[in-house]
């Protein structure tokens, strides 16, 4: 039922009503309410008698929530479900389905969604190329905890400068997600971590607002759905397995046992202490699902680059191997046939690689390409050179290593 039928934030009316949802239940919206409607609709007395507040807020809190923080109503919502003692053995199965050998992260993950949500998270993707995975039905989980701090987004939503509806969400999830252009990575990132953003609707100035938002990827494009480079830290991806038996009643069941999770979760609380700004250390979520995205992501000139430095290696049994830029420029233009410019090796070694040449020009030993295609030993050079190690090749690049 709705807190109150009316209220007036600054100077607009607002009225809350009673969704109803396709699925029988019914949900709260809070709608703009002319002031003449609600005067003929009630009489002019009536004006005087409803609640007032100087604005918005956003204060984030599930287990001792307030409506309103120093006569700004509380633009988070309060969930569905209370927690109360009982079975809640279905959503653990599932989520141990979901989590696998991370379960204990992903606990944790929950609990800090419950108990602090105002935390920053990674990330989280769940990626399967069968259907039938529970990718879906565990966003639905979420909603029915969530309630309406649970919005689902499309790829366009993401890409349009009309944010008003999503940028004041717990979470913001995308199923089928298909954002694989470089810029639409970086605005996730960056919105994962940032603290405030600007929100903006049709017709209204943008406004500076708090961000709170975690964002859930799901697709069925394991290799491709997001483009992530080397080094990057705030995806937790996660490749789900397609259950041995579905059965179609799961979410109803796990939506009767919530109030029973969440008396869980608050008894259990966290477990793994905070070691970053997304809270858990990149190694305990870093996963092969991850790794095997971000080699697929590399372009076509990386990958030459690296076949070329582990061919060199190999060949000569280095566990070190130095060049400048004009020999690796040498030594791809002669083994691709091709011609790849100075600045395009120089961004992938300094931007990608995080590579840092010899400050000073230095004498140096390196092996390039000769015109018969065979490799040949060139001593004395002298320059600014950069210095890689096989064991860093093996760690970034093991599926090209011999």
Request: aromatic residues 12%.
């Amino acid at each position: 039922m709705p807190r109150k039928d009316y209220i007036r934030v600054g100077t607009h009316y607002y009225k809350y009503i009673i969704y109803p949802l396709s699925s029988g239940d019914e949900t709260e919206k809070l709608v703009l309410w002319n002031i003449e409607t609600i005067v003929r609709d009630h009489g002019k007395s009536f004006v005087g008698q409803i609640p007032k507040y100087d604005g918005f807020c956003l204060m984030p809190e599930h287990v001792e929530y307030k409506e309103s923080y120093k006569n700004h109503l509380n633009k988070y919502e309060p969930i569905p479900c209370k927690p109360v003692a009982g079975d809640y053995s279905k959503i653990i199965a599932f989520l141990k389905h979901i989590f696998q050998e991370q379960i204990e992260i992903g606990l944790d993950y929950l609990a800090i969604l419950y108990l602090k949500p105002i935390e920053k998270l990674p990330v989280f993707c769940l990626v399967s190329k069968e259907r039938g995975t529970g990718k879906t039905t565990f966003l639905n989980l979420l909603k029915l905890i969530f309630g309406g701090n649970f919005t689902y987004n499309t790829n366009e939503d993401f890409r349009s400068q009309f944010n008003s509806h999503w940028s004041s969400k717990l979470i913001v999830a995308v199923d089928e997600v298909l954002l694989d252009k470089k810029e639409d990575s970086e605005r996730i990132k960056n919105l994962s971590t940032a603290k405030t953003y600007k929100s903006e609707a049709k017709g209204v100035d943008k406004q500076e607002v708090e961000i709170i938002c975690k964002f859930i990827l799901c697709s069925n494009n394991v290799d491709s759905f997001i483009h992530v480079e080397l080094g990057e830290t705030r995806y937790w991806v996660r490749k789900i397995l397609p259950f041995e038996t579905e059965n179609e009643n799961l979410l109803q069941e796990m939506k009767m046992q919530i109030p029973a999770f969440l008396h869980f979760l608050k008894e259990r609380g966290i477990i793994t202490p905070k070691t970053s700004r997304m809270w858990f250390d990149f190694k305990l979520y870093e996963t092969h699902a991850l790794k095997r995205l971000i080699k697929v992501n590399r372009n076509r000139l990386e990958m030459q680059i690296a076949n070329t430095l582990i061919e060199i290696m190999d060949c000569f049994e280095l566990e070190e191997y130095c060049f400048c830029i004009k020999d690796l420029q040498n030594n791809l233009n002669k083994t691709n046939k091709s011609n790849f410019d100075h600045s395009s090796i120089i961004r992938i070694l300094k931007d990608e690689w995080k590579l840092v040449p010899n400050k000073i020009t230095s004498t140096y030993t390196t092996y390039l390409y000769a015109s018969d295609g065979f490799l040949v030993m060139n001593t004395n050079n002298k320059g600014r050179f950069y210095c890689i190690k096989r064991v860093w090749m093996k760690e970034n690049f093991d599926d090209l290593m011999t």
